[in-house]
């Protein structure tokens, strides 16, 4: 099937392990900051189904009702230079 996009226009990524919780805690704010680098929203907490609430604070329940998902976050240690 043919992609409905140009070839050109096709971006290569590449995955990365993240190897410690200071990385992984960058890699969660690249991902919150996207809609605002994409013109948006002002700000990441503006972003409807962003899990910057919960990650600020706000509890599952409260995040469930606000935009109907909830979130499944990963516990880490509190020492960012922990390897994970």
């Known amino acids: 099937m043919a992609s409905a996009l140009p070839f050109a226009s096709l971006r290569t990524s590449f995955d990365r ?3 410690t ?3 992984y805690h960058d890699k969660v704010e690249y991902i919150h900051l996207n809609p605002v680098r994409r013109g948006l929203v002002r700000t990441a907490e503006e972003w409807k189904w962003s899990s910057v609430h919960e990650y600020a604070g706000l509890s599952g329940e409260e995040q469930k009702r606000r935009c109907g998902l909830r979130i ?3 516990r880490l ?3 960012e230079n ?3």
């Open 77 to 79: 240690p509190a020492d």
């Open 82 to 84: 922990t390897r994970i």
């Open 17 to 19: 392990a993240l190897r």
């Open 21 to 23: 919780v200071r990385e």
């Open 72 to 74: 499944d976050r990963v």
